[in-house]
């Protein structure tokens, strides 16, 4: 399984902000996905999750009404739409896939991280 995030950048406050995440070794459409965020000195946070049937459930106040995910199974990515950032949106953001079953897998469903894309949001 591979989850491979693209997209961060340093933008300015107020500005937008599109992060993907290309997945690949299992089945995409049959599972939810989720995106976390890291600050700097901070534990990760789960920020959206993406059901299978392209629901996006924004799981922090901070971010309610303005960060949206989605899905596009038939590129088996997953997007984070950011609107409106703020400084304090600064932070890795990691697409994750939990329990998932690998295409050759057959012995128990696993959780899978990507890497990880920087987002910087300063003047």
């Known amino acids: 399984v591979q989850l491979v995030e693209s997209g961060g950048q340093q933008v300015q406050p107020g500005e937008s902000l599109r992060l993907s995440c290309a997945a690949s070794g299992f089945t995409f459409y049959r599972f939810a996905l989720k995106w976390y965020r890291q600050a700097p000195g901070k534990e990760r946070e789960l920020v959206v999750t993406i059901t299978q049937g392209g629901e996006s459930t924004a799981h922090l106040e901070s971010v309610k009404g303005r960060f949206t995910g989605s899905r596009d199974n038939a590129k088996n990515t997953v997007y984070l739409q950011m609107n409106s950032l703020k400084p304090e949106d600064t932070a890795v953001y990691f697409c994750?896939?939990?329990?998932?079953?690998?295409?050759?897998?057959?012995?128990?469903?696993?959780?899978?991280w990507g890497q990880g894309t920087q987002v910087t949001v300063s003047e």
């Open positions: 994750h896939a939990p329990g998932v079953w690998a295409i050759g897998d057959h012995t128990r469903p696993r959780d899978y």
